[in-house]
């Protein structure tokens, strides 16, 4: 059974950097979407990174150019590296995956397309 879990939250800064971590067990050697989500208090959960198993990768608006997402294949991690944090950063970070292609090219694919889910990690960013 796939099981998905994230690691590497905590508390920083504004302008400072954090990187999340995501360890997906029994995943089979097939093609995939993996992605990070976030949830702000008050909010509703947003997409903002994916990447596929071919390395692809797209960014919301509100992250592009701050953060980056990667993948380790053979170790079945998949990273978000978060720099220039601000406090709108805040939220709880949550990483999903699903068989196949990701669905968007050009934006995070929505929430309904990944059937595996971590619990979330905290990311407080202070002013």
């Known amino acids: 059974k796939l099981h998905v879990e994230e690691s590497g939250g905590g508390s920083v800064q504004a302008g400072g950097s954090l990187t999340l971590s995501c360890t997906i067990s029994?995943?089979?050697?097939?093609?995939?979407?993996l992605a990070w989500f976030r949830r702000a208090p008050d909010k509703e959960r947003e997409g903002i990174a994916t990447?596929?198993?071919?390395?692809?990768?797209t960014y919301a608006d509100s992250v592009k150019g701050r953060f980056t997402i990667s993948h380790d294949n053979a170790k079945g991690i998949v990273f978000l590296q978060m720099d220039s944090l601000k406090p709108d950063d805040t939220a709880t970070y949550y990483c999903a995956a699903e068989p196949g292609h990701c669905t968007e090219v050009d934006a995070p694919s929505p929430e309904g397309d990944f059937g595996y889910w971590g619990q979330g990690t905290q990311v407080t960013v202070s002013s």
């Open positions: 990447i596929d198993s071919d390395g692809l990768t």
């Open positions: 029994g995943w089979p050697n097939i093609r995939y979407c």
